[in-house]
């Protein structure tokens, strides 16, 4: 399998590596969208949320609080946004599971936008959608 992570893994590719247990690395992402911009990874290969095996994905909930508080206390941001972008259409590009912590700071620029559509869509349509046998 041709995957980016798993070689980060093996350590066929170098990765600056910020934390490492049993299970989980937390590198430093090359885009750096923030100062700190950090990438939370299972060892074993899953290719997104849906994919995962439950206990791994709250061991990964578990790692990102872990390295947040890193974070918090050595690099002094004031809070992080955290992401995983599930599938190609959200923005998943490295097809193995992964959260992004994204250290926040004063003026950093950074920007997640949410448009707000309050009034366009029919909240009973969903609920009949989602509750239809
Ligand atoms: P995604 O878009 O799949 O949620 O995030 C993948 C992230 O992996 C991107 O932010 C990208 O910058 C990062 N990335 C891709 N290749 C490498 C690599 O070889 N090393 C590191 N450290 N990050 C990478
Ligand atoms: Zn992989």
């Given amino acids: 399998m041709n995957c980016i992570f798993c070689k980060i893994i093996k350590g066929e590719i170098p990765s600056s590596k910020i934390y490492e247990d049993n299970n989980f ?3 430093l992402d090359l885009s750096q969208a923030t100062y700190g911009h950090t990438l939370i ?4 290969h899953y290719a997104n949320l849906l994919d995962i095996d439950k206990d791994v994905l709250a061991e990964s909930m578990i ?20 992401i995983n972008n599930c599938n190609e259409i959200a ?3 490295v097809m193995h599971f992964h959260i992004h912590i994204i250290p926040r700071y004063k003026d950093d620029n950074f920007k997640l936008e949410t448009p707000n559509n309050q009034g366009k869509y029919n909240f009973e349509e969903i609920i009949s ?3 239809k046998k």
């Fill in 25 to 27: 690395i937390a590198i």
């Fill in 41 to 44: 990874i299972p060892k074993n």
């Fill in 91 to 93: 923005g998943q590009t």
């Fill in 63 to 82: 790692t990102v609080q872990k390295v947040s508080n890193i974070l918090m206390e050595k690099l002094n941001c004031e809070g992080f946004n955290i």
């Fill in 129 to 131: 959608k989602i509750n």
